[in-house]
């Protein structure tokens, strides 16, 4: 009895920490920008920048603009949304199956069951005619 009393408390605590998504995912996830031709400038609405091809750490959760610019090239604007995937579904029902509101909360206020799309962001570039 007591060996089947250890086994089910393993299972809960396991069932537990792998149905939070902010302890399995976290709270932000690579973002990725890759443009035909590289070395374009990307600049996002929330402050970052950096030259393609690169990737970001960003929060899960909220969207942002991510405007591409390249001299001799037009400048392309991408609205990126994020939104609750697969996973962070999945984690989220594990949360709700278990009884576990304070994991269903922490994750609903943190939004780790958040994805940006599309990620990555993918742009070829349009030459500027003369």
Known sequence: MQTLMKALFILSLVTLVFGCASVT?????????????SGAKAVSSDG???TTPCSMSVKRRGSFVV??????????????NSSVDTAGGAAMAGNVIIGGLVG???DGMTGSMHSHKPNPLV???EKIED
Do not use: D, H, N
């Open 25 to 37: 995912r976290g709270t932000k996830e690579v973002f990725v920008v890759e443009t035909t031709p």
């Open 48 to 50: 970052w920048q950096c």
């Open 67 to 80: 405007t591409v610019t390249k001299e001799g090239y037009e400048t392309v604007s991408s609205t990126i």
């Open 104 to 106: 269903a909360a922490v």
């Open 123 to 125: 742009i070829t570039l």
